[in-house]
């Protein structure tokens, strides 16, 4: 209609040609290159700040997990066959969702786990470290404005996952119940009122960790019982993440949530060969659970990783093998590695309560959290500029003492930050017992 009328058309291309200078100009000046806006608020890093801090000052570094001593033998021994082996394809691309002989023996050892037979090729997913498992199953499970449940304090990806993702995070933090005598994880606790307010309609899943980083918790069976039945009230996942399945401290007993009635057709578990076997650098993890759920974790693989080392995976299937063979004797990695955890964690709280702190004793993994504020008046917070005082107390310690850990508050939500204040974690895997 407007274009018949000749002047207008001549104001129309005008306009036109206005709102395309300024489209280009607008890309220019608001820099095309900019972080996209999913990601805009993630850019800070615990760990790359942390890792530079142990860089300039070399102190004695108990701040990111892994271990400082060798990986099994049988396990390297593998990695160093596969890759010299005499079949030429060990060394080229394998199955996308995981390498056959992977497959089978993660779902040989998890179908005696979970008394059920899990199909290796539907039922198991290989993925670069238990923190692409994370990945997949967040991002294949999350369309926007789902709610996501997760516990404090938590492992610090969780978040950025579930908010590039269009996802909501809720948070409900554990709590120490006790705060005189010895504090053990256990003692830390969520409020089951408070978890039970947060379970609506909208609640996509929760993600559990346990045995749990940084605490050492390992839940209980109440506590999972509890989380199961309000996941199936409101028909949500749970992502579970079981990294540190193998280091629980007797007499506590790892359960694993998808073994409880009704849980394994909502539970996507995820594991780590880089913990199961002291070999972080490998980048192996998995996640297993019913082929609906799993399908998703596929499709988000299949589009990024598509397919992960094969000589590693191949190593990694000659470990399980191996283990499930001693499965149950004392001589199994499964059941030596906390074992010889044990020595260390007892050095490490006996060290942190010399010094003056207070430390919640573990019951499985390999770090520690440690109450600090008894040595507050040791310290000299104000030469550091943090906003929070466990970031203030780590750096002046790295800097002043040589000894590093990571601020917990890095652990927490925003709104409750302040909860990790107190507490300074180290990763007693590294400590060397005479
Ligand atoms: C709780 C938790 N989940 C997942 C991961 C990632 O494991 P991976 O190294 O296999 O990616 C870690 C590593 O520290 C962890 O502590």
Not at 58 to 79: D, I, S, T, W, Y
Not at 177 to 206: H, P, Q, V
Not at 341 to 368: C, N
Request: aromatic residues 12%; charged residues 20%.
């Amino acid at each position: 209609m407007l274009t018949r009328v000749p002047f207008l058309r001549a104001v129309q291309s005008q306009l036109l040609r206005n709102s395309t200078t300024e489209v280009i100009n607008n890309y220019t000046t608001m820099s095309k290159f900019d972080l996209p806006d999913r990601f805009v608020g993630n850019d800070k890093s615990v760990w790359v700040e942390y890792i530079q801090l142990a860089l300039q000052h070399k102190p004695v570094n108990l701040g990111q997990g892994f271990p400082n001593f060798h990986a099994p033998e049988n396990v390297r021994k593998a990695l160093a066959n596969a890759a010299l082996n005499e079949n030429p394809l060990l060394n080229q691309y394998t199955r996308g969702f995981g390498h056959p002989r992977l497959v089978n023996a993660i779902a040989a050892l998890y179908s005696k786990l979970l008394s059920r037979k899990l199909d290796p090729t539907t039922e198991v997913i290989v993925t670069a470290g238990a923190y692409e498992a994370l990945y997949a199953a967040i991002q294949g499970h999350t369309s926007p404005g789902d709610e996501w449940i997760i516990i404090e304090p938590f492992f610090d990806c969780y978040e950025p996952m579930i908010r590039t993702a269009g996802g909501i995070p809720k948070f409900i933090p554990l709590k120490p119940t006790k705060n005189s005598g010895i504090i053990s994880s256990g003692d830390w606790m969520y409020d089951k009122n408070e978890m039970a307010s947060l379970f609506n309609k909208r609640t996509k899943g929760i993600i559990l960790n346990t045995p749990h980083n940084p605490l050492g918790k390992v839940f209980t069976h109440d506590e999972l019982s509890f989380i199961a039945d309000l996941a199936k009230k409101w028909n949500t996942l749970v992502v579970s993440d079981e990294v540190y399945e193998w280091m629980v401290y007797k007499p506590h007993e790892h359960i694993r949530i998808a073994t409880l009635p009704d849980m394994y057709e909502r539970t996507i578990t995820i594991g780590s060969a880089g913990k199961t076997f002291s070999v972080t650098g490998w980048k192996i993890g998995w996640a297993y659970g019913p082929a609906n759920l799993l399908k998703n974790l596929q499709v988000v693989h299949q589009n990024s990783l598509y397919t992960c080392s094969t000589p590693i995976q191949e190593a990694v299937a000659v470990g399980f093998e191996e283990e499930l063979k001693k499965f149950g004797q004392p001589d199994c990695y499964f059941t030596s590695l906390a074992e010889e955890l044990l020595e260390k964690r007892d050095f490490m709280a006996k060290f942190l309560a010399d010094v003056g702190m207070a430390p919640t004793i573990p019951e499985a993994g390999y770090f520690m959290v440690a109450n600090w504020t008894q040595l507050e008046k040791n310290v000299n917070l104000d030469e550091e500029q943090d906003e929070y005082k466990d970031y203030r107390f780590t750096k002046w310690m790295t800097k002043n003492v040589g000894l590093q850990g990571i601020p917990p508050s890095a652990f927490y939500s925003k709104e409750h930050k302040h909860l990790g204040e107190d507490n300074v974690r180290y990763c007693f895997i590294k400590v060397i017992v005479n």
